[in-house]
Structure formats: C-alpha cells, structure tokens
C-alpha cells in the first residue's frame, strides 16, 4: 500500500490514505493517538463480530461506543486513515498474507491496539469523503485471522458456534490450519518522553478503608514526601467503632490537607462516592489501602497525562511476595520486569487500586455504581464508562505501586459471605429482596451484571457458551464425566447469576 506524506509543524512525519482534514490532523498529532480514521461513517462499525468467539465479553472494544465524536477503536478503514509513519514502520504496515484489503487493515488496527501498545481513535469527520463500504470477509480469511492471533482451540471453538455441520467452515478451518501458525510476538511502541509538569494542577487522593488502619498510615507517610505534593487525601474508613482507634490519623501532621470521614454505609463503591463528593483536586487518584508507592508516583501519574494530552490513566500494579515487603522490594520487582514494563497505549484493564483521572470527568460520571458492591467488577465498569465518555485511559508504567494483599481486612469482608450457604449467610446488596437459598450463583452476580450492562444480549449468550466451552474442556481428562454430568448443576449457577444481574441492570445506574 502506497501512503502519502503529510508534515507536521513539529517536522513529524504522518501518512495517509483518502481525503483527511490537515488541520484536524495537526491537532490530532500533539496528542494520544498514533492511529486515527473514520471508520463509524464508513460501514466499519462493530465489522468483524465474530470477534466474540475469541474475547467474549472481557475486550472492552469488542464493540464500538455510540454517540461519540472521539473515542477509542480499532477498526481501521483501509481506504480513509492516518498513521504517525513511525508507527506504521515499527508495525510493519498491513499484512498481505489476508486476501482482503479490509481485513489486513482491521487487523493492524487491532493488534495495534491489543499488542502493540498503539492507540487507535475514530474522530468524526476526519476525512472528506464518507462512502459506506459493505464488509466482506471470507471464511478463510476469518480463520486465518483466528489462527495467527489466537491458540488453535480459539479456532475449534468458531467451528463449533459457526455452525460444525457446514463443510465451508470445516474447509476454512482445516486450510488455515495448515498453511499458516501462530503469529510472533508483536512490536511494542515505546512510550514517550515525559514532558515537565505544566501549571500546578491539584491532586486530591481517595482511600476507601475497613480494618487495615495500620496499613493505611504507611500509605499516608508514602503520600507525604511524594516529589509532587498532593493538595488534600481523603480516607473514607468503615473500620466498626469497637476496633477502630479514632485519633491515629492525628499521630502526625501531614504536608496536605487531611480529611478522614468514618463511613456508616457498606461497599467500597459508597466509600469512594462519599470520597468523590469531597475532593477539590484537579485530578483525583483512586488507591487502595494497600498499597506502598514511590516519591515520584504523582509526579509520573500528572505528567504523563499531560504529556499525551488525556484525561485517564491505569498505573503498574505490582504484587507483593507478603505484606510485610516494602519499598526497597518493589525496586527490585520492578528492576526484574524492566524489560517487559516499558509501553504506555490504551489499558486493557482498569484498577481502582492505581488509577489517576481528571476531575471533571469523575463528576461526569458521579462515581462507582453502587449496583457492584458486595461483588467484583465495579473497577471495570468504572474504566468502560470512562472510554464511553470518550476518554482515552493510558496503561501509566511511570507510576508503580507494591499491592500487598494482606489476608484479613478490606471491603471484600462483606463480600466473602457470598459464598457461605445456609442460615449463617448475610445478606449481599446484590441480592435486593430475593436472598440466594440452595444454589449459590456463579459467575459472580456482580460481574455478570456489568455483562449485561455493557454488552449485547447476543455477546451474552456468546459468553455463556464460552463459559462452558471452557469449563468442559479445559480441565484435567480424568475429570471431564465428572464435569460433563455437572453440567445441569452448573446451568442452574449461571441462570440464578444472570436473574441477579438483570434484576440489577433493571434497577439502572446507582450512587446511593
């Protein structure tokens, strides 16, 4: 594919294919994209479902976000896109191996997005002309993509959901079986140079806590001698009085303001809330309690977000061997992943463990929805709203924080009940007015309502497949007639989790 060349004022090389706005282009090369195109005007949008057979439901640009001008997307019109010449050097451009043109292109888009550390955005009206093209991808060229990019069973698992009776798909899969193999490790971009902090933006720092007041203290003393200072660090505490001690947070006087709000709700996600309405900061850093982070860690959160010009980002969440590990062994952990730390591109995940967002997009979004409290997943569902917004939220290598996992403590006390049975269980938030009984939900309740919340009832029902899929066939031989005769069990599990999550998503988005 022959590309033309447009100069930047910054002397950066962008090619391009089709008609684009240059001056929109010019915007667009100061800031976080490397890829851009308009391809939701162009027929490309949501092209290529069968994605779903692969991801399921846990690729959060599985589907392409509605209503926006700007927004992450990997699907690339071949005929109509712009690329930094750097980037599409490094990538190595298109993939002539795929007959089709339009495939070649949604694959750089997607691996640029998912391997390559690439950032990849659809903007409205880039690009003058806006023909809608009809999708046409053969089966070939569908296994062939599934082969070089994903395992074999990825393929297998196609096979069966496109239809095992139909010799066109057996053709399709066994050809690219044998003519092409699981492809090599993709490039990775390297992040940028971060730029010196610009202005002084404040920073307010959230700590939902329960029970873990001793490690909360050792995050505070970490906060106050950081290279950048924070303005203020609210602490949310849910620690029941008898155990709590009330005045520990005044053993020391801290460099920021300090606001400690003893919480009389219940869940993680009414704590950060109740925090959210109390922060005055620029930018808000979410954080767990425990957690050890570096002098530069707001420093490097501020400045990479200023360098790529967005407004979120996801820091490196280091584990720690045991809780009593400390700075000096987060160092070494990170000297060990020196080689594979260093990429910045759009997060695959979202952590309200190590996470920096503008404020104004917080307040756009109000908080956690309180639907996920007493379960798992308000952490995703926190980052997919951020790119529904538009956002672009970075994976943020600059800024690392050692996770200790102690075992006792933390907001998942309440949540651990859900998996007692019987007259000793407390009852969930999520299960409203219909306690569980004799049959316990699985999935967790929770995470299947951001699944139903996010995503197509038919991406549902394709996650269920999977999940069975799964459970069937990758566990030990010896225990398959075991799993197979388990089956009917288990579908109770998953339509007793799918019951809890539709009554959830009927309620509606909620904050209190």
Not at 283 to 297: K, Q
Not at 328 to 338: M, Q
Not at 480 to 505: D, E, G, H, M
């Amino acid at each position: 594919m022959i590309l033309k060349e447009f100069l930047t004022s910054t002397g950066e090389i962008i090619l391009y294919n089709g008609q684009p706005n240059f001056e929109k282009l010019e915007v667009l090369a100061s800031g976080a994209g490397d890829i851009w195109h308009s391809s939701f005007e162009q027929g490309y949008k949501n092209a290529f479902p069968e994605l779903v057979y692969q991801t399921a439901v846990f690729f959060m640009f599985i589907n392409d976000f509605d209503n926006l001008d700007e927004c992450v997307s990997w699907r690339v019109n071949p005929n109509q896109f712009a690329v930094r010449k750097s980037v599409w050097e490094q990538l190595k451009g298109f993939d002539a191996e795929y007959e089709n043109v339009q495939l070649q292109a949604l694959d750089f888009g997607y691996n640029a997005l998912r391997n390559s550390a690439a950032v990849p955005l659809f903007i409205k009206g880039l690009f003058q002309e806006n023909l809608e093209e009809k999708i046409d991808i053969s089966a070939k060229d569908r296994y062939v993509f599934f082969r070089k990019n994903f395992k074999l069973d990825h393929s297998a698992f196609m096979l069966y959901r496109e239809g095992f009776w139909k010799w066109k798909e057996w053709n399709a899969f066994f050809y690219a079986k044998k003519n092409f193999k699981l492809g090599a490790k993709k490039p990775i971009i390297k992040p940028r140079k971060l730029l010196p902090i610009e202005g002084q933006p404040t920073v307010s720092y959230i700590i939902p806590t329960m029970m873990r007041q001793d490690f909360t203290l050792q995050l505070l003393q970490d906060l106050a001698v950081q290279t950048y200072p924070l303005s203020q660090v609210v602490i949310v505490d849910a620690t029941p009085e008898n155990v709590r001690d009330e005045k520990l947070y005044k053993i020391k006087d801290f460099p920021f303001e300090l606001i400690v709000k003893w919480q009389e709700t219940k869940g993680s996600c009414r704590a950060r809330n109740e925090a959210i309405e109390l922060c005055t900061g620029d930018y808000t850093v979410f954080g767990d309690d425990d957690v050890r982070v570096l002098p530069d860690f707001i420093e490097n959160h501020i400045r990479l977000l200023q360098t790529y010009k967005t407004g979120a980002c996801n820091g490196l969440d280091i584990r720690a061997d045991n809780q009593q590990q400390d700075l000096e062994d987060l160092n070494e952990k990170l000297k060990k992943v020196e080689k594979n730390r260093w990429k910045v591109g759009v997060t695959p995940t979202f952590s309200n463990a190590n996470s920096c967002v503008k404020t104004e997009y917080v307040r756009k979004l109000i908080g956690n929805d309180i639907n996920f409290d007493g379960g798992y997943g308000e952490d995703s569902d926190f980052g997919l709203s951020l790119f529904k917004l538009g956002q672009v939220i970075l994976y943020n290598p600059f800024s690392a924080n050692l996770h200790l996992k102690p075992p006792v403590g933390g907001y998942r006390f309440w949540g651990n009940q859900s998996k007692i049975l019987g007259k000793k269980r407390k009852i969930q938030p999520w299960e409203l007015d219909t306690p569980v009984r004799n049959i316990r939900p699985v999935p967790s309740p929770t995470v299947m309502y951001g699944i139903v919340k996010h995503f197509t009832p038919q991406q549902v029902l394709e996650y269920k497949y999977k999940h069975f899929f799964l459970y069937l066939f990758k566990g030990s031989k010896r225990g398959f007639v075991y799993r197979f005769f388990r089956i009917p069990y288990k579908n109770l599990q998953f339509k007793k989790s799918l019951f809890y999550a539709k009554r959830l998503n009927n309620l509606g988005i909620r904050h209190k």
